[in-house]
């Protein structure tokens, strides 16, 4: 987002929920470190990189979450994000990525 000046995973979210009117909450899952980007490491480094590095709002506990990226890579970061988000008590986590890489 930084580089960008825009998180492209949030506006493809945005996208899906008007399209399929269901609510989004760009504030219920946050980073609360600085990561390195994930793309600039090794897949070995990706992982120590983000573990740790999220937070998940209360209000998610016994939620179903739908979780959107732009592009999968090692899964690094989903891993994460979903740890904390089952920590949080989220009661079932989808993940939508938009593209996969090999």
Request: glycine share 2%; proline share 4%.
């Amino acid at each position: 987002q930084r580089k960008r000046g825009f998180n492209q995973s949030l506006e493809i979210a945005r996208f899906l929920s008007q399209a399929l009117k269901l609510p989004i909450d760009p504030n219920a899952c946050k980073r609360t470190r600085y990561t390195l980007a994930q793309a600039e490491l090794p897949a070995k480094a990706r992982h120590a990189n983000v573990n740790k590095a999220f937070w998940a709002s209360p209000e998610l506990c016994n939620q179903s979450v739908i979780i959107v990226d732009d592009v999968l890579t090692t899964g690094s970061t989903i891993n994460a994000i979903c740890k904390t988000l089952r920590t949080c008590g989220v009661k079932h986590i989808t993940v939508w990525a938009m593209a996969k890489t090999k």
